[in-house]
Every structure is written in C-alpha cells, then in structure tokens.
C-alpha cells in the first residue's frame, strides 16, 4: 500500500478520507457484536454508526447509496 501511495512509511494514511487497517476493520466487528445494532438488520455502518445515505452524507465518498440499502 507505501508503495501504491495508499500510505506513507509510518502506516498513516496519505489521503484523509482514507482508513487505517484498524480503522477499516472497526465496522465488521461492530456489525457483528454491538447489542447497539439489535433489530436493526440490514443496515450499512460506516465510522461506528448506521450509514446516512449518500445524498445525506455531505461528504464526498461517504454513506451508501438509496439502491443499496433495503429502505429505498
């Protein structure tokens, strides 16, 4: 990923809008255990939360689309 530009030598990312690996890997371990999340099947989480949608988000790369959420 140092070498693609992803990240620079010390493992930070070298785009802001980008993750850590402990950052990225953060929301799967959530989905899966948080009591948080209960009765709340299908939903996309991003940043430790539910997702806004795209149009909501207002940032760039941020949220999920109508299309890919089951409450369109």
Request: hydrophobic content about 35%.
């Given at each position: 990923m140092v070498r693609e530009g992803w990240l620079y030598e010390n493992g930070a990312p070298a785009d802001p809008?980008?993750?850590?690996?402990d950052q990225g890997?953060?929301?799967p371990s959530l989905d899966a255990t948080s009591p948080l999340l209960?009765?709340?099947g299908g939903v996309n989480c991003e940043d430790r939360d539910i997702?806004?949608?795209?149009?909501?988000a207002g940032e760039p790369f941020m949220g999920?689309?109508?299309y890919g959420t089951k409450f369109q």
């Open positions: 809008t980008f993750k850590t690996p890997r953060c929301d209960d009765g709340f997702a806004a949608r795209t149009e909501l999920v689309k109508a």
